[in-house]
């Protein structure tokens, strides 16, 4: 599986690359493969994020609210 | 075809009272058969159009039709229509009355042409809400259903305090337009709708109380308030700037919180937060474009949401487990494949995978947003996609049927209704159909605008976010595992702050009942003291037997005294004389 999302990945990139278009609004769109460094680290960082918050500062025991 | 003259949410109002004349097999036909007919009213709107009635001396408007209500009016009904097929199992006749209710009052708003009648539908909207919160007959949903009720009666209270400010300020109760820009009226307003549409911090009554309503009953809950809420502020306040960043920062919001949930749907609830923070976001910035985004948004998310909630649904109905915690690693896949494969067709049309219904709306309000240079809020709706994709394609799917642990145990399931199979054919039908026919959707949407989703670009772009997010995902999927823990959330003010304010209520009252023993004792001790002053000492020292006054044993002391007192008086009364 992990080769299969690894190829398809770099499939893209390629394929970003190769068809890239001249009409872009931003400068990073000219790479070609930003999404798909945005998307690798972008959930990279909503992983940890959300754990983090999770582990450290929002879980409670299942009766924290009790009758309220 | 007078028949044709009747609302669309008059047809669901009629059907409720009917519901409890029939018996079981013809309350699922008459169910259908008003949904039916609704839609073929919504089909031919020019025969109820400018429905107006007088109430109170108030001219009511009940049939502002322009292609802005009708999109939402379509969607309504067809999800009203999937409600009723999945759930023609169940018996509970209070159910049934209270989704139909709630389905003709969103009607009732979305074809509200002035602020009283969007009042009065919006405040039956959110009490048809509790009852269908409450049919799951739980303790949790009794408690979740009253949460659910304060926050919505203070929506209501600040919608009407607004309308009534509104109104002073400008002498209109039209709702057929952009509110104008006046004072506290408008603002009183926004709040309301941003209320109803759950945009943080008040959002906490959504994945507060959807979870806790019964697996038929969350499907509607699911479609109607949020995404009527949606629509009264596409009418009213586009381009609002405001909404942008609210938006953009709600999609995130969501997405956040979802990852770190165990009960399924209190996940998918925070995913609801997050995609109306796309529609909010689209709202804010208030291009063509953006706008029809955020209608076409509403009318997909509400098709794959429900969906969605249909798969996780049929999970409780047939294990009568929510947590992922209890479900996973069990097998689940090989017991409940009918829950697996319509559940992933609502996870792919969510996460905008293309030929998929999120495919050709959610990118709209993304474009829109970039076309129109907000840098910040187009990278957080970004970045909140691909937390969508996460965890509604990978952590709850992987965690609910697949599992790491590897339990012994089975699990006993109960076989899936007929017609919870047939709801979630149905909705999977239209996600997938959507997803290859745009222009199904594109067509009925109610501002012109310009969109290709299936070009060269936007493929290429959706494969690489897709693709590279999903390695990451399965790269550390080990730290999604979900723990049996609750997440805090907003709610935890009026929660905790309910317990908080309790506790000083008691504290004060404490304070309260020492002040009135303290009175009482000086008002005792000015009592015995009046009794006889001579025994002030006896009296301080508490001694319970305290001797009566007598006039004679006190003459002599008490006559000295006056006669001092007499010839003070008198001298000082000479003095003021000279």
């Not at chain 2, 199992?89 to 969007?118: I, N, R």
Request: hydrophobic fraction near 50%; include cysteine; glycine fraction near 8%.
């Amino acid at each position: 599986m992990k080769r299969l999302l690894l190829g398809l990945t770099i499939l893209s990139g390629i394929l970003g690359i190769w068809m890239r278009e001249k009409e872009l609004i931003y400068g990073w769109e000219k790479l070609g493969f930003f999404e798909v460094v945005f998307g690798f680290l972008g959930c990279m960082g909503l992983i940890f994020l959300s754990e983090f918050l999770g582990k450290f500062f929002l879980s409670r025991r299942r009766s924290y609210y009790g009758d309220f | 075809m007078g028949i044709f003259k009747v609302h669309p949410s008059l047809w669901f109002f009629l059907g409720a009272f009917l519901l409890y004349l029939l018996p079981h097999r013809g309350r699922g036909i008459l169910r259908i058969s008003v949904a039916l007919l609704s839609f073929f009213s919504l089909l031919r709107p020019w025969e109820w159009e400018g429905i107006t009635a007088r109430i109170f001396g108030l001219e009511l408007s009940f049939g502002q039709v322009d292609k802005l209500s009708l999109v939402f009016g379509y969607v309504f009904v067809i999800i009203a229509f999937g409600g009723f097929l999945y759930s023609l199992h169940v018996k509970e006749k209070g159910e049934h009355f209270w989704a139909m209710f709630y389905a003709g009052s969103a009607l009732g708003v979305v074809f509200s042409g002035d602020l009283v009648s969007l009042y009065l539908f919006w405040e039956l909207m959110a009490i048809s809400a509790v009852f269908l919160i409450w049919s799951n007959k739980t303790p949790e949903a009794l408690k979740a259903g009253y949460r659910y009720l304060l926050i919505h009666l203070f929506g209501g209270a600040l919608l009407l305090s607004g309308i009534l400010l509104h109104f002073y300020e400008t002498g209109s109760l039209s709702f057929s337009g952009v509110l104008e820009k006046t004072g506290l009226g408008r603002s009183l307003i926004l709040v309301s709708f941003m209320l109803n549409a759950a945009v943080p911090p008040l959002h906490a009554w959504l994945p507060d109380a959807y979870p806790e309503a019964s697996p038929t009953g969350a499907i509607y809950l699911t479609a109607y308030t949020t995404k009527s809420a949606v629509y009264v502020l596409l009418r009213a306040f586009p381009g609002e700037a405001i909404l942008t960043w609210f938006g953009a920062i709600m999609a995130l919001y969501g997405v956040v919180w979802a990852i770190i949930q165990n009960d399924i749907r209190r996940l998918l609830s925070y995913h609801i937060v997050s995609q109306v923070g796309y529609m909010v976001a689209g709202v804010g910035i208030g291009t063509s474009l953006s706008m029809s985004g955020s209608a076409a948004h509403a009318f997909t998310h509400i098709l794959y949401k429900a969906l969605l909630f249909m798969g996780t649904g049929s999970v409780i109905y047939a294990t009568g487990r929510r947590l992922m915690t209890d479900l996973q690693g069990r097998g689940l896949f090989k017991l409940l494949p009918w829950a697996f494969f319509p559940y992933m067709v609502g996870a792919f049309s969510i996460s905008s995978v293309p030929f998929f219904s999120g495919f050709i709306s959610k990118p709209m309000i993304v474009e829109a947003c970039k076309e129109e240079g907000h840098l910040i809020p187009y990278l957080l709706l970004h970045l909140a996609s691909i937390g969508t994709w996460l965890c509604t394609a990978f952590k709850l799917p992987y965690y609910t049927w697949f599992g790491n642990k590897k339990e012994e145990s089975t699990l006993a399931v109960s076989p899936i209704p007929m017609s919870m199979k047939a709801g979630m054919i149905f909705l999977s039908f239209l996600c997938i159909l959507l997803g290859l026919w745009p222009s199904l959707l594109y067509r009925v949407l109610p501002y012109p605008f310009e969109f290709h989703p299936y070009d060269k670009k936007h493929l290429i772009e959706s494969l690489q976010l897709l693709s590279s997010s999903a390695l990451s995902v399965w790269l550390f999927i080990n730290y999604l595992e979900p723990s049996d823990k609750i997440i805090l959330d907003c709610d935890w003010f009026y929660r905790k702050g309910a317990l908080l304010f309790f506790n000083l209520c008691g504290r004060i009252y404490g304070l309260r009942t020492i002040l009135q023993e303290k009175m009482k004792e000086v008002v005792s001790f000015f009592e015995l003291l009046s009794l006889n002053p001579f025994e002030l000492k006896r009296i301080i020292r508490q001694e319970e037997s305290l001797s009566p006054y007598h006039p004679n044993r006190y003459r002599l002391p008490v006559g000295i005294g006056v006669f001092i007192f007499t010839i003070v008086f008198f001298i000082m009364v000479l003095l003021l004389i000279i």
